[in-house]
């Protein structure tokens, strides 16, 4: 939101200026953060408050559609939304990273870095989730025992962080098991730490990927191949030391994209996404004028 109000950017390299004109806009921002008022509001999903969540998202709908400003364009072009599930695609939504917790790993410019990181799989965080972060317990209980692997309960405090960040450099690999949602922040945190993620979900989806193939620095397991007794730790203590640091390398080389300044500067967090955004535009304009001439139901998107 910033980067719009703000002056501040690269000029001809900015991504997403801000016009005046509603006829001159390719998309409208609206300034409604749903992270925030589902934290706020529906965190507990069985708390009453969790109406809450969802009665801000059809207020927002219904003040846009009444708006003189954007009736007329909302007619037109409405593609907005999370709630219900299904206004939420990948044909038309982007994925952000999180901010990262740890401080990022500057001068990470040792000769050897695979000898030097001598935890083999580190992680730090809370283990009691609900839904797809049970997967968490599970994994807490088969990677007891190991000398060379750190999992380790923790909550999100100044000293947890501080202690995060050591680990993570000091490590080979970073266990990001999935949490309340596919995601969290320490997949984002060991990126800027150089330390190999080790992604255990089915159902991520990812920052950027049109752009960047992850696996180039991570290593995927599905649950059933993570919780099995030793098998995650035996395919890690396989794995091969030149391909390890060239994915280290590769970490280097990309973790920039996962920063986020004011004023925006090339290729950081902020840029990225509005670049993401400015590569789905050519996919909604095509759906909006596909759905304008249409006289039937519509057999694409039943065949997809």
């Known amino acids: 939101m910033a980067s719009l109000l703000g002056s501040g950017g690269e000029g001809e390299e900015r991504d997403a200026v801000r016009v005046l004109d509603p006829e001159n806009a390719e998309a409208f921002f609206v300034p409604f953060f749903s992270s925030l008022s589902f934290n706020t509001h529906g965190r507990n999903m069985t708390d009453p408050e969790t109406e809450k969540d969802r009665q801000l998202q059809v207020d927002l709908i219904s003040f846009l559609r009444k708006s003189k400003v954007l009736a007329e364009v909302w007619r037109q072009r409405s593609y907005f939304g999370r709630y219900p599930k299904s206004l939420s695609t990948l044909s038309k939504d982007v994925v952000s990273p999180y901010v990262h917790n740890v401080d990022s790993f500057k001068d990470d410019d040792l000769l050897d870095p695979f000898e030097s990181r001598k935890t083999l799989l580190f992680f730090r965080g809370n283990t009691v989730r609900k839904d797809k972060g049970k997967v968490r317990a599970k994994l807490e209980k088969i990677l007891a025992g190991y000398d060379d692997i750190r999992y380790e309960r923790s909550s999100p405090t100044a000293e947890a962080i501080q202690a995060s960040t050591q680990g993570m450099r000091s490590s080979k690999f970073c266990l990001h098991p999935a949490g309340d949602t596919p995601s969290s922040c320490r997949l984002f945190d060991a990126i800027v730490s150089h330390c190999v993620p080790v992604i255990v979900s089915d159902l991520i989806e990812l920052p950027y990927e049109d752009e960047i193939d992850y696996s180039q620095f991570s290593i995927?397991?599905?649950?059933?191949?993570?919780?099995?007794?030793?098998?995650?730790?035996?395919?890690?203590?396989?794995?091969?030391?030149?391909?390890?640091i060239k994915m280290w390398?590769?970490?280097?080389?990309?973790?920039?994209?996962?920063?986020?300044?004011?004023?925006p500067v090339k290729e950081d967090a902020v840029n990225m996404l509005w670049r993401q955004v400015k590569h789905k535009l050519p996919g909604v304009q095509l759906e909006v004028h596909r759905n304008h001439r249409l006289k039937v139901p519509d057999w694409w998107q039943q065949r997809r």
């Not at 599905?222 to 794995?239: G, H, K, M, T």
């Not at 280097?252 to 004011?262: G, N, P, V």
């Open 220 to 244: 995927f397991f599905s649950i059933n191949e993570a919780i099995q007794p030793d098998y995650l730790v035996n395919q890690l203590r396989q794995f091969p030391k030149d391909r390890w």
């Open 249 to 263: 390398r590769q970490l280097k080389k990309i973790s920039h994209h996962f920063e986020f300044h004011y004023p």
